[in-house]
């Protein structure tokens, strides 16, 4: 499907599809946004239909695989930027990707996707559409602003997620809480990924000097160091989240294993005191005939004696160290 929106000199926004196309070189001082959407990117006629707007091969090579990793790159004419965006969220920090190709000219953009794209919708329905249209580079930036939104409110309501656990964890129900935690982590791993990539695209765009820029920047300025700093903003929430579900799993596993370590003293402690005990015990259990104290009176006394005095020694040696 292929969607197109027509900005004239007057203002006015004429949406279509590629026929409007003949019409927006007939009028030099219109712009025209060209939405691409479809399955098979990797089709002959949408590959035409770049390269009649001067895109580089290679930058079409790249927009049309599955996958690759988002990048930006400068030609003399256009700027080609490829974004990962969102076609939809399924879960907690569980998004269904889809990668997305920005050409940028000075009077054209033209987005190549597969699915439907949330951050393209956002744009679209928003009330600044028409001024947007009026730059290629805003709209294009604008769409990645959006998206990254998405992502940011995903984030952001990730910390409630987290406090929860972490009363889990405190109302003894730390094994479950722990294997869900693993599972973030995980997620947080690979978003982490995307928004330093992100990061780096816009870190590029911004650095560049924007008198050098291949297109105008009319309107886009503000917006390319908004959508800086919000990547930005990703990137270290995206970490801040990965440190705190390891400090809870790696503090979950220090009270779990000094608590372990204190039953062990316990038990240390028990049989260091049985087995003196139990050696005496054990000796005068034996079944000899000829034991000097079995024919003492008070023989049985004096053990007794001797174990419950071994026993308190032992107690109060272990009290006074602290073992328990």
Known sequence: MIKTYLTLESGNIITGNESQIDTWKKTPGANIWIDI???NLDDPEIKE???EFNCHPLAIQDAVRKRHPPKIEFFD????ILYRGISAVIDDLVFEHQQMGFFISERCLITLHPEKSLGIDKVVNGINLTALLSSPLAVAVKVMHASAGIYLEEVL????????????????????????LAVYKARLIKI???????????????????SSLPVKVTQAEHLIIDMDDRFERLKSLAQLHYDICSDIIDSY????????????RVL??????FVPLSFLAGIYGMNFEYIPELKFKYGYFVLMFSMLAIAVGLITTFKRRQWF
């Open 77 to 80: 004419e256009q700027i080609f």
């Open 49 to 51: 239909l770049l390269l």
């Open 157 to 180: 309501n990730f910390e409630t997620d987290i406090s929860n656990k972490e009363d889990q964890i405190q109302e003894g129900l730390g094994e479950k809480a722990l294997t869900e």
């Open 37 to 39: 959407q479809k399955q």
């Open 192 to 210: 982490k990924r995307v928004f330093n990539y992100h990061y780096n695209v816009s870190q590029q765009l911004k650095e560049r000097h924007l």
């Open 253 to 264: 596993i220090s009270i779990t294993s000094h608590k372990l370590n204190i039953t062990m």
């Open 268 to 273: 240390t402690v028990i049989t260091a005191i």
